[in-house]
């Protein structure tokens, strides 16, 4: 498969400092948004490390697996493997830096990034930055939010509908940083031509509902750069309360 692929970020209207972070690396086939928290800039190092952290990793293992730092999983595609130990890392790297740096401690960060191996896209995610799937004109969530509301939503305590407007629906459940070892939750999809996958951070899904964001790609023509803008522009038109975020993938029969 070909890959063509665009990311932006930008601050939002709210927020001082951008805390996101993101990686669009079309030669290694590796794109990632990661977002921060923590404050007074702590965020912003927290995506950076990630980020930093994910894709050395990655560019470490593309030859040879060196030497591996977490247990094997014979059940994954070694792509996933990569992905999935990339993360882990990067959980390392940032507890590290606040231990090392008091004025730090406290930070972390979201992350969802993937890989593409061949015919097939690893994806795998800390937290509430998502990942979707445009396939045949429909929209498909491929990530599951590390959150607070997720959770009331598959205990059926809270609808769908209600956790996208619930008060706490920012509260995370995982991050990097946030404790001594990290489980991510991955996915390995099989690529068709025309698929079109989105990373992004909360502050564009908690301004743009999904059948817009559907919309908003499918009018821009396969335009990735102009589909990329046109969903900020969105965000930051309802509000741009948060910093916003999105790298958009496009898969195509290699001719």
Known sequence: ???????????????QHNEDSYRVDEAARLFLVADGM?????????????????????????????TWPYAYDETLTRATNRLMAALKLANTRVLEAMR???????????????????????VAHVGDSRGYLIRNGAIERITDDHSWVFEQVQAGMLSADE???HP????????????????????????????????CSDGLT?????????????????????????????ANERGGYDNITAVLIKASESK
Do not use: W, Y
């Open 1 to 15: 498969m070909d890959v063509k692929a665009c990311g932006l970020s930008h601050v939002g209207r709210q927020r």
């Open 100 to 122: 090392k740096d008091s004025r730090l401690r406290g930070m972390g960060t979201t992350v969802v990034a993937s890989l593409i191996d061949g015919n097939s896209i690893s």
């Open 206 to 234: 908690g301004m743009v509902p999904e059948p817009e964001i559907l919309r908003i790609v499918l009018e821009c023509n396969d335009d990735l750069e102009l589909a990329c803008q046109k969903l900020i522009d969105c």
């Open 163 to 165: 956790a996208e407007r």
């Open 168 to 199: 706490l629906r920012n509260v995370i459940t995982r991050a990097l940083g946030g404790a001594l070892t990290v489980v991510p939750d991955a996915s390995e999809i099989d690529l068709r031509d025309g698929d079109i996958f989105i990373l």
């Open 38 to 66: 923590g404050g007074h800039a702590a965020g912003e190092i927290a995506s950076r490390i990630a980020a930093e952290s994910v894709a050395e990793f990655v560019a470490h293992t593309e030859q040879d697996d060196g």
